[in-house]
């Protein structure tokens, strides 16, 4: 597909993932605008491409039927990142917060069928997957998208948004007014990643050489991080390649334990210290990883970064752009705050 002189909306443009994809867009021709409050993200992620003239940037927020309004005039394509989300301490611990997802999709989604949108590509998460499902790390289980049905289960009030914005969506395609796809995240990291999401926390903890070095849960966790180049191109590649409201995993298939991940980021990072593990803290499942096959089949996306790889670039970026004393003062409010 042909980007250029694609009218596109980034919501959630100045975050982590939003700005990367804003420059992906950018990159590829397309006229791009981002809508974001700074809540939770930076707007020197952006600042370079707005003062070139490549983007447009509205400050405010999609609560604000105004502001949901304005940012979709004109707008032919949709990526649509924005929402109240922190990583696992806030997910757990500020329900009421994540709740008002359930509100921002549904308003924003119906400001974007007035303005004849296009297309919707949703950045939904691994949080729709039951939670009943991911409790056995020694389980080899590989969530394939067709294990999210009725019974629903989903993690938490962030996750329940995340799924009633992918059913609203496939209910807006069957009724002809738009098309869509769904893009299931799982576990992202890279450069401009966020201290309240596991590897840059571990990475922020190296980094000030925290001792005894905490590791939330019992490190038996298994994740599959996925790195943001990834991430970015799985997220165009659904643009381009589906319209029926299909959702994919976005997620590599390594398995990696917890503390197998903040053994490697000490390793790297030259750092001896003693892990302390705190079984009481918010964990999420003990078994969540991707399937992958379904977008390999769909839009002939597959990870390229593994996580030996990825890790390393992501540290480099780190102690390149952030001051151990600062983070040292901030580190225990970054970890479960926007």
């Known amino acids: 597909m042909n980007w250029k002189g694609k009218h596109v909306l980034v919501t959630g443009g100045t975050s982590f993932i939003g700005s990367s994809l804003a420059d992906a867009l950018v990159s590829r021709g397309a006229i791009v605008r981002v809508v974001d409050d700074l809540s939770a993200g930076r707007y020197e992620y952006i600042s370079r491409l707005v003062e070139s003239g490549s983007v447009e940037f509205i400050k405010g927020d999609l609560l604000d039927a105004e502001i949901a309004a304005r940012s979709v ?67 080899e289980l590989y969530l394939t998208e067709d294990l999210v049905g009725p019974p629903y289960e989903a993690d938490n009030m962030y996750g329940w948004a995340k799924l009633m914005g992918e059913l609203t969506l496939q209910h807006f395609v069957k009724a002809g007014q738009l098309k869509a796809a769904s893009c299931r995240y799982f576990t992202v990291y890279g450069p401009r990643g966020k201290e309240d999401h596991a590897v840059i926390a571990m990475i922020a903890r190296a980094f000030i050489q925290q001792n005894p070095f905490e590791v939330w849960g019992t490190g038996e966790q298994i994740r599959n991080w996925t790195y943001i180049d990834d991430i970015v191109e799985g997220t165009i590649l659904a643009a381009e390649g589906i319209d029926d409201g299909t959702a994919v995993n976005l997620g590599t298939m390594e398995r990696i334990r917890v503390v197998d991940a903040a053994a490697m980021i000490l390793r790297h990072m030259g750092v001896e210290v003693p892990l302390k593990f705190l079984p009481h803290m918010p964990t999420g499942p003990y078994n969540r990883v991707a399937a992958n096959r379904l977008a390999k089949e769909l839009i002939s996306w597959e990870p390229r970064v593994p996580f030996r790889e990825g890790i390393v670039k992501t540290i480099d970026w780190y102690v390149n752009n952030r001051n151990p004393d600062e983070v040292r003062s901030q580190l225990q409010s970054m970890l479960t705050e926007r």
């Open 73 to 139: 005039r004109g707008i032919e394509y949709l990526f649509h990142l924005a929402a109240i989300h922190g990583g696992r301490g806030y997910v757990d611990l500020h329900n009421v917060e994540c709740s008002m997802n359930l509100i921002l999709d549904g308003q924003l989604f119906r400001e974007a069928v007035k303005a004849h949108v296009e297309k919707i590509i949703f950045a939904s998460s691994g949080c729709v997957y039951p939670n009943h499902l991911q409790s056995d790390p020694e389980k």
